[in-house]
């Protein structure tokens, strides 16, 4: 069994003081980067077509703010959750509501670019709007919306990965005063895999003025997170083709699942400290079957071995015996990351070893439990991980360097 020493080397990654600088991030996640609107009416509104913002980062990301871009800007406008300003918490989401509402000349294309702003790793992203007005009509002749959609957009309920929900009936009603040829009613990019749909229009199908054809869609995620797609109507009128496109949305999650104890041993001869959750590991240890001996220190917390819900993973790297023979157990992207870049001779032996919650500005969410690091800030170097704040002052009066986020310094959370 390797020893849980965290080798000297390392103090070139955390710092002088041993203090991580490794921090948790924000990723803002969009479930469109570009919005066709196709064919709508002079000064008449589009229906909305939704942007689904997620955050699914470990830290809070801030929307500082939304910006509409470019020549035709004034055909476009938003609203609807993200603000700004906005802050979602890991895992939360918001969404803009984009509207097309022309005012330009008829007859003629429509460009803009929609701007997010914010504190994600990613700061700004560009979201391309592009339409037309009215194809040929020298005064308006349609109500609305060439095709008006009920609901406007299909946002499923979070759905357990693997699973089917109920079906969703989305109706579109041709309002033009002309009759269109439907090519095409199906799913266009993304994660079109997870939505299934069936329609009452066959291809080739005429569809006249007032009538309404139904498309009807269940959401079956494949991953965990937000999942998104378009739900795309390719349509021909004389000359023209249009492309209407519809917002599909949904969240795949991962089913219950029981959290495990995690275990601290001690090495007396090395005086050093290591954790594990693995029952093979344990028996090992418990047997004895390690050129010295550790023990069980009657500390252990609660993880979870795959991911949940806001979680982040712990990754666990094996240091090589000339570098220290050790483990070294890395909270979050950025610090498994950093570490891994800063010494490419470390064994990544696990990128997500368990999941814990991370802390927000030092301060753990309700119903879980801070985790303390402590540093031992010596040549044969070794962390210790403890959720008792009694222990880890302990460990800092024998001259040990206390490490994390906030006030508290508090580095995770367990379950």
Sequence with gaps: MRTSAWSAVLVSLIGACGVSAARAL??????????????????????????????????????????????????????????????????ERCRIDVVMTPVGPLRTPSSATLTVTSDAVLASQDIRLTGFIDPGNATPQIPSALFSPSPESIDFAPQAV????????????????LPWTLNRLGTAGGNASDFTITSSCPADFSWAHAQTCTATVTFHPQAAGPRATELSTAL?????????????????????????QVVEYYNASLDHYFITWIAA??????????????????YSFNIYTSAQA?????????????LGDSHFFGRGMTECDATGTAHPTFVLEDPAFMHVF??????????????????????????????????????VARGWLAEGDGP????????
């Design 358 to 395: 991370l802390p927000i500005a030092g301060t753990c969410s309700g119903g879980t439990t801070p985790i303390y690091r402590a540093f031992s800030n010596r040549p044969d170097a070794n962390h210790r991980y403890m959720t008792d704040r009694v222990v880890r002052d302990q460990m």
């Design 310 to 322: 806001a979680t982040s993973p712990v990754c666990r790297y094996y240091i090589p015996p000339g």
């Design 26 to 91: 924000p990723v803002a996640d969009f479930s469109r980067t570009a919005i066709g609107f196709s064919y709508h009416t002079h000064a008449v509104p589009s229906p909305v077509q939704p942007v689904f913002v997620t955050n699914v980062g470990d830290a809070p990301l801030n929307i500082s703010t939304i910006t509409i871009t470019g020549t035709r800007a004034d055909d476009y406008g938003f609203a609807g959750t993200c603000g700004p300003p906005a802050r979602l918490t890991p895992g």
């Design 236 to 260: 021909t009128w004389t000359n023209f083709d249009a492309d209407y496109r519809y917002s599909l949305t949904g969240i795949g999650t991962v089913g219950p699942v029981a959290s495990v």
């Design 408 to 415: 508290d310094l508090v580095v995770m959370c367990a379950v």
């Design 162 to 177: 693997g699973t089917s929900s109920a079906p969703v009936t989305m109706a579109i009603t041709n309002l033009s005063v």
């Design 281 to 298: 590991e344990q028996a090992n240890l418990d047997a004895g079957n390690t050129p010295t001996r550790w023990v069980r220190t009657g």
